[in-house]
């Protein structure tokens, strides 16, 4: 694990890839997102609303993608690269561009998590089952805890099938996770029964028996959780076209972190999740592409601390990671390198001598590549030359 490299209270303006690939390894305790769903709509706040200007297109296509970070799957996470496929095969095109976004995000989050780390993916059905292979495919398929369901009531639409009045969202984590137990009031039935007093299951007899003579917490909270949306009339409602209520972060920032951890929203809309995690006295930090995310948690979180917030720290350049120590020059892995390739070209694939080879950034610093070895390669003159700034990819569908 390492030390964050940006001060707790930041909010990063722009697309969260490049912050994310700025940020040093193992320093998050709580990933929160709630990403575009690719529910083929556009949300626009309200004219008049707190919220008023936020608006984005949730429909794609791969004119919405760097196209090449999918060719770039192939070789980080071929199961990844294959679920994508698999998307495009049974779902279309769209679903193929969705996920190649989502993935390349993903894997950065999961590098950028510490192993005791959680992180939480919302979503709806819309994508939930494919967004869950991806996250099998990107942090393992140990890793999963939970598929929790969100479940609320809203003013029912005329339709020919159920009402649809639940979201997902599923729940990672690595190995001694931080998870605190939280609990739901008990049934009618079990206060009848034990007369609301603390009981467990009597290992000797597998039946139930009151143990402390004191009121129940209630039972451990299940999977599925009722939670009210955010109410028309609501104070708390900004207009905010995806908003989501203070209650159910409040659940997952309690669930995962401690005071003092870390949490990461990189898709931080109207920012509750850095609200809550200011509430609770928690680290936070957020990125989106508005400006109105600075502007919305300013205004949420003075509501609660007053005079004494000063305001997030307003940021539009990534960061730099401090967390790889002191780097040779890149030009120092030549040998290296020639030996592992065999002094094959990695472009070409043709053998050359060991003074026609140059060092070259497999993803190009200007996105967010370093000088570290897994980022090297050997390229001929003529390929090094014809690459320019692009990434591997990108460069080898113009070939």
């Known amino acids: 694990m390492s030390e964050a490299n940006f001060a707790s209270e930041s909010v990063w303006t722009g697309d969260n890839l490049p912050v994310l ?14 990403p575009p769903f690719n529910s083929n709509r556009t949300y626009e706040a309200p004219i008049g609303s707190k919220a008023a ?3 984005f297109k949730d429909a794609w296509t791969l004119d919405d993608v760097d196209v090449h970070e999918h060719g770039e799957l192939a070789d980080r996470n071929p199961a990844a690269y294959s679920v994508i496929e698999a998307a495009r095969q049974a779902h279309g095109k769209g679903m193929q561009s969705y996920l190649i976004f989502m993935a390349v995000r993903l894997m950065e989050m999961r590098r950028v998590l510490k192993d005791t780390g959680s992180i939480y993916l919302h979503c709806d059905p819309t994508a939930s089952h494919y967004l869950k292979l991806m996250l099998d495919a990107v942090f393992g398929k140990g890793k999963f805890r939970n598929e929790v369901i969100w479940s609320y009531r809203r003013w029912p639409s005329k339709s020919s099938n159920f009402q649809t009045m639940h979201d997902v969202i599923l729940f990672y984590a690595g190995g001694d996770n931080t998870f605190n137990v939280s609990y739901e009031p008990p049934s009618e039935s079990y206060l009848k029964r034990f007369k609301g007093k603390t009981q467990i299951l009597d290992p ?3 039946t139930r028996k009151i143990v402390i003579d004191k009121p129940t917490k209630g039972l451990p909270m299940r999977d599925v959780w009722d939670i009210s949306i955010i109410a028309g009339s609501s104070k708390e409602r900004l207009g905010y076209p995806t908003q989501k209520p203070l209650a159910l972060l409040e659940r997952i920032v309690k669930a995962s972190t401690d005071p003092g951890d870390l949490v990461l929203d990189p898709f ?5 999740a850095l609200v809550v995690a200011d509430r609770l006295g928690r680290q936070w930090a957020g990125i ?3 400006p109105l995310a600075i502007k919305l948690v300013d205004e949420r979180i003075a509501e609660d601390r007053g005079k004494l917030f000063a305001g997030a720290i307003a940021l539009e350049k990534p960061p730099v990671r401090t967390d790889m120590g002191e780097l040779p020059n890149y030009r120092t892995h030549r040998h290296r390198l020639y030996g592992e390739q065999e002094g094959v070209c990695a472009g070409c694939e043709t053998h050359f001598p060991f003074r026609v080879m140059d060092v070259d950034h497999i993803l190009p610093r200007s996105r967010g590549g370093t000088d570290h070895a897994d980022n ?4 001929c003159s003529g390929c090094n030359r014809s690459k320019g700034s692009k990434t591997m990819a990108e460069w080898r569908a113009t070939q």
């Open 268 to 272: 931080c809309g109207c920012a509750t």
């Open 288 to 290: 989106d592409l508005s």
């Open 53 to 55: 200007g936020a608006s």
């Open 21 to 34: 690939r700025g940020i040093n390894s193992e320093c998050i305790d709580l990933i929160y997102l709630d």
């Open 376 to 379: 090297l390669q050997l390229l």
């Open 204 to 206: 000797e007899t597998r």
